[in-house]
């Protein structure tokens, strides 16, 4: 939920307004993406990359402030679009995420005669009898529903145990709008499985589904009040953080009523500081509860943006600190499956004892790293960033040379590029959980060091599973034994091959260069001969229209050549 900035109606979209809506949605991704293909993709290609690189920035901002115009006049999933994107601090470009951090603030209310009407179809009375009162002017509004303020009558409130409650009513029609969006989006999602730089990364039509899955839970208000039940339930003897009771008599499908626990807002750091509490050290206990849902509950909250979490001040003075986490909002919730939970365990504590071939070996695990892919130059290159980067803060990174991050790119960005990584479908709600978690820590503390929750973590972590130990030396055991059997074949084997004269040695690494500096050359070769005759056209034209015209003709033969070479790969 957010913020609100001015009233508009949002009227029930009719056959008409989902067509009109469908075809802007994928009007824009058609020229954007064309736009991308014609600098990022030919350009270079044809030796013009400069142009590509000079127009970069400016061609980022420009789709962002394109994009957030869309957003803001179409709202629905386009919202949720714009959000996930300015999370994706990880990734995106500063021109990208800067434009579109704020528009989680722009959405319009819907007027209340509508909100009134849709929650008094849904909960089967007119609000008057449902409700003690009920604030008509929403306190936070979103793309998919917004908020009211209410009292509950005087025998719920007995009964519950509840008095003030949040009222979240749906947006009038956006199940209509959210079937034309996933429908655009799947389009989308189908042209970019055809882009090989794209597909080779990411199952993007798998990643759309999921997207859907997550959106269609969210517009199902009787799940989400399950999720914050289920939450609770996970925290229930934890003494960092609380979550609303949901009125189960007062909620329904689209109309979702909670214990108002509205307090100071997490990024407030005026507020916290005049309420005693100091910012920093609640950065490093929301980190440590981000975590546990990650890697321990694998039950995550997966927007975790500022306006989703409270600090609450409590009054027992026998509680370990005077405040606690309160999580509203529970619409888009993640699971870790138990294999990528342990996958992620152990990339964390490879993080932290900068184990640059354990983190390699978690990364292939969780299933970012395809098990064929080629891996001794990528820890030689992760070793290397944790020997130089290792445990330094946002603020410590910003204070670096540019020019060392320079050298590093220069010298493992061809390498990285290379290698078969791809997206697995369960990891679009954890990149976003663990994006916002660490701007919301950021914004809290600006030297804020990851590494100073991650590695105490780490440990507990380590310890958790020291009871495992004897099961571990095992199995290594046995490993080791099958190894000592198997030894005296393959030494045969290899013996074999060097007198047969059939041993290969390959260097991965230098065949790529090799096979790069080969495509280069052609392609140089190929650019002079189009470069040679599409002159010799011009000129010769002048005095001879048909042979000029015959050469200007012919120099479209080495273009395409060089285009060819250019895109294939070794």
């Not at 025998?155 to 409650?165: E, P, S």
């Not at 499985?193 to 990411?202: G, I, P, T």
């Not at 008599?249 to 009523?257: A, D, F, I």
């Not at 005049?274 to 890697?295: E, H, K």
Request: net charge negative; with cysteine.
């Amino acid at each position: 939920m957010t913020s609100v900035r001015r009233d508009r109606a949002d009227p029930v979209p009719g056959a008409g307004d989902t067509r009109v809506r469908y075809r802007r949605i994928l009007r824009f991704a058609a020229w954007h993406l064309a736009v991308t293909w014609w600098f990022e993709l030919l350009l270079p290609r044809v030796g013009l990359g400069r142009i590509a690189d000079r127009t970069r920035a400016k061609r980022m901002r420009s789709f962002a402030q394109h994009f957030h115009a869309l957003a803001v006049d179409l709202g629905g999933l386009m919202i949720k679009v714009g959000q996930f994107l300015s999370s994706r601090l990880d990734v995106l470009p500063p021109e990208i995420t800067r434009e579109l951090e704020g528009l989680q603030d722009e959405v319009p209310p819907v007027p209340f005669p509508a909100i009134r009407a849709l929650a008094e179809a849904e909960l089967g009375a007119p609000l008057d009898q449902v409700f003690a009162s009920v604030e008509e002017t929403p306190i936070a509004a979103a793309s998919l529903g917004q908020a009211h303020r209410a009292q509950l009558l005087h025998t719920d409130a007995a009964d519950t145990g509840l008095d003030n409650v949040i009222v979240k009513v749906q947006r009038p029609g956006i199940h209509a709008i959210v079937d034309v969006d996933l429908a655009a989006l799947r389009k989308v999602g189908g042209w970019l499985s055809h882009v090989r730089l794209v597909s080779d990364r990411a199952d993007v039509p798998a990643l759309v589904e999921e997207f859907a899955q997550t959106s269609l839970e969210e517009i199902d208000y009787l799940h989400e009040a399950a999720n914050a039940e289920r939450f609770a339930a996970d925290f229930a003897d934890d003494d960092r953080m609380t979550v609303p009771d949901v009125a189960w008599e007062r909620t329904s499908r689209r109309v979702l009523t909670l214990e108002d626990v509205t307090a100071i807002k997490i990024t407030d750091s005026e507020a916290l500081l005049a309420a005693g509490i100091d910012p920093a050290q609640v950065a490093t206990v929301f980190a440590s509860v981000m975590f546990d849902q990650l890697f321990t509950n694998g039950f995550f909250h997966a927007d975790p943006h500022p306006g989703n979490i409270f600090v609450t001040p409590v009054t027992d003075s026998s509680a370990e600190r005077p405040w606690k986490l309160t999580f509203i909002d529970f619409g888009m919730m993640g699971e870790v499956p138990p294999t990528t939970r342990n996958g992620l365990r152990k990339l964390l504590i490879a993080a932290a004892s900068r184990d640059g071939k354990g983190l390699v070996s978690a990364i292939s695990d969780v299933g970012v790293l395809v098990p064929s892919a080629e891996t001794a130059e990528l820890e030689r290159a992760m070793t290397h960033l944790f020997a130089r980067f290792g445990g330094m803060g946002f603020a410590e990174l910003r204070e670096v040379d540019p020019r060392e991050f320079r050298d590093f790119a220069a010298e493992f960005g061809d390498l990285v590029r290379s290698l078969p990584f791809q997206l697995p479908e369960n990891f679009l709600l954890i990149i976003r959980a663990m994006s916002l978690t660490s701007g919301v820590c950021s914004s809290l503390n600006a030297r804020f060091n990851l590494w100073d929750s991650v590695e105490p973590y780490a440990g507990q972590l380590l310890r958790d599973e020291r009871g495992n130990i004897v099961q571990d030396v095992a199995q290594q055991a046995l490993d080791a034994a099958g190894v000592a059997l198997r030894l005296p074949k393959r030494l045969d084997g290899l013996v074999t091959r060097i007198e047969d004269g059939s041993l290969a040695v390959t260097n991965p690494r230098l065949e790529r260069q090799i096979a790069r500096l080969n495509r280069t050359a052609k392609r140089s070769a190929s650019a002079l001969i189009f470069g040679a005759l599409l002159i010799a056209g011009s000129v010769v034209r002048a005095d001879d229209t048909v042979l000029g015209t015959v050469l200007m003709i012919a120099s479209g033969v080495p273009l395409l050549h060089g285009l060819w070479v250019g895109r294939r790969r070794p």
